[in-house]
C-alpha cells in the first residue's frame, strides 16, 4: 500500500479521492437514464406455407436434417410448412440459405416451374431411379438456370429436349424397314 492519496485504493465507506478534487453529487447533476422499453415484437415473415415444404422438398433435405441444420425443433419447421407457425425474419433468411432459394421465393402464392432433374437412361427399366445426392441436385438447378440465360440471350439457339435413349431389347424388324 501507499502513502500517495491518489493511487490508493478507496475503502467502501471512504470517498474517492480524485485529481481534480472530490466528485460532485452524481445523482443531483445527471438526469437518470431513462429505462430502456423492452424490444418490441419479434417481426414474423408470412410466408406461404406450401412453399416452405416445396423449397424444402425439391432440396431433397428431410424434415429431420432441415430441423438440425437450421437449430430448431421438427415441430416448430412442421408448423412453418402447415401455417400453424411463422418463421422470424432471421430465421428466414437462414431458411432460404439451408434451401438455396431467395427469400422471395417463399411469399409466391403458387409453385413455381419445377426443376426436373433429366431421366438417367444408364439404368435398367426394373432398376429403381436413383436418389440424388443435395449437392448434385443444387448444381443440376444451377445448370439448368445457366442454360435458361443462355437461351434468353441468344434467341436463335435451338433448345435440346432429348439427350438420347437406349434399350435393351432387340430391334424389331418391322420397325427398322418403317424409318428407311
Do not use: C
Not at 31 to 60: L, Y
Not at 113 to 121: E, M, S
Not at 146 to 172: F, I, K, Q
Request: glycine share 4%.
Amino acid at each position: 500500500m501507499t502513502d500517495n492519496p491518489s493511487r490508493r485504493r478507496a475503502r467502501k465507506d471512504e470517498a474517492q479521492l480524485s485529481v481534480w478534487g472530490p466528485e460532485p453529487e452524481a445523482a443531483s447533476t445527471v438526469p437518470a437514464m431513462p429505462k430502456r422499453t423492452p424490444r418490441s415484437r419479434r417481426q414474423f415473415a408470412h410466408i406461404n406455407p406450401a412453399m416452405a415444404e416445396w423449397a424444402r422438398m425439391t432440396a431433397n433435405i428431410t424434415v429431420e436434417t432441415a430441423a438440425k441444420r437450421l437449430g430448431i425443433k421438427v415441430d416448430t419447421l412442421l408448423s412453418w410448412e402447415t401455417g400453424k407457425g411463422k418463421p422470424s425474419i432471421p430465421q428466414l433468411r437462414r431458411l432460404a440459405k439451408l434451401y438455396r432459394r431467395p427469400m422471395a421465393a417463399f411469399y409466391l402464392p403458387a409453385r413455381p416451374r419445377n426443376f426436373t432433374v433429366a431421366k438417367d437412361f444408364r439404368r435398367l427399366p426394373h432398376q429403381p431411379p436413383i436418389a440424388y445426392p443435395t449437392a448434385l441436385l443444387f448444381a443440376f438447378r444451377a445448370a439448368d438456370y445457366r442454360r435458361d440465360v443462355v437461351l434468353e440471350l441468344e434467341p436463335g439457339t435451338p433448345p435440346v429436349n432429348v439427350v438420347g435413349s437406349a434399350t435393351m431389347a432387340p430391334p424389331r424388324r418391322d420397325r427398322a424397314q418403317v424409318d428407311q
